[in-house]
């Protein structure tokens, strides 16, 4: 990542890690996959940092992004985007997710539709309203997903 300098921003009490290019040029949000974080777009950035101003930054619970102590959403996660965009002080950037970034970009502009100039989504999805769940649904739900990320781990270990 060293076309680019990094930085945090505080995005609605959320401490958001970014990379940026900079420059007066349109700017390019990337928002990474669940097992990613803003490096994974390491290989696109020669040719997007021609053109754009990039920016390419870690979700909340990814990266150097803050993980917060409570439960938290794709609508949390589009509130970051729209925070990292508004302390950005951004006009009109292009945003582009990967997978679960996809949904947040998703959230995002179906929360401010006209903040986007352009929208692009690569393998990805917007789901259906959140539905109220129990406790025991939602702990269950927790549950898998930290088994599924401990599988992950054993795969490709994760810096400690």
Same mark, same amino acid.
């Given at each position: 990542?060293?076309? $680019?300098?990094?930085?945090?921003?505080?995005?609605?009490?959320?401490?958001? @890690?970014?990379? %940026?290019?900079?420059?007066?040029?349109?700017?390019?949000?990337?928002?990474?996959?669940? +097992?990613?974080?803003?490096?994974?777009?390491? +290989?696109? $950035?020669?040719?997007? /940092?021609?053109?754009?101003?990039?920016?390419?930054?870690?979700?909340?619970? @990814?990266?150097? &992004?803050?993980?917060?102590?409570?439960?938290?959403?794709?609508?949390?996660?589009?509130?970051?985007?729209?925070?990292?965009?508004?302390?950005?002080?951004? @006009?009109?950037?292009?945003?582009?997710?990967? +997978?679960?970034?996809?949904?947040?970009?998703?959230?995002?502009?179906?929360? %401010?539709?006209?903040?986007?100039?352009?929208?692009?989504?690569?393998?990805?999805?917007?789901?259906?309203?959140?539905?109220? +769940?129990?406790?025991?649904?939602?702990?269950?739900? %927790?549950?898998?997903?930290? &088994?599924?990320?401990?599988? $992950?781990? /054993?795969?490709?270990?994760?810096?400690?």
């Amino acid at each position: 990542m060293n076309l $680019l300098k990094d930085d945090y921003i505080d995005a609605g009490g959320i401490k958001l @890690h970014y990379y %940026r290019s900079g420059g007066d040029k349109q700017t390019i949000i990337l928002a990474h996959g669940f +097992s990613d974080n803003g490096a994974c777009w390491a +290989s696109m $950035l020669p040719v997007l /940092t021609a053109n754009y101003d990039v920016i390419a930054y870690d979700a909340r619970a @990814h990266g150097s &992004s803050v993980a917060p102590q409570v439960d938290y959403n794709s609508h949390d996660q589009a509130e970051d985007l729209l925070g990292l965009i508004d302390v950005l002080g951004l @006009h009109k950037p292009i945003l582009m997710g990967h +997978s679960m970034g996809g949904q947040t970009v998703g959230w995002a502009t179906v929360k %401010r539709p006209e903040m986007a100039a352009a929208l692009i989504f690569e393998d990805s999805g917007i789901s259906g309203p959140i539905q109220e +769940s129990t406790d025991d649904e939602a702990r269950l739900r %927790r549950e898998g997903m930290l &088994s599924w990320i401990a599988s $992950l781990q /054993t795969i490709v270990p994760l810096p400690s």
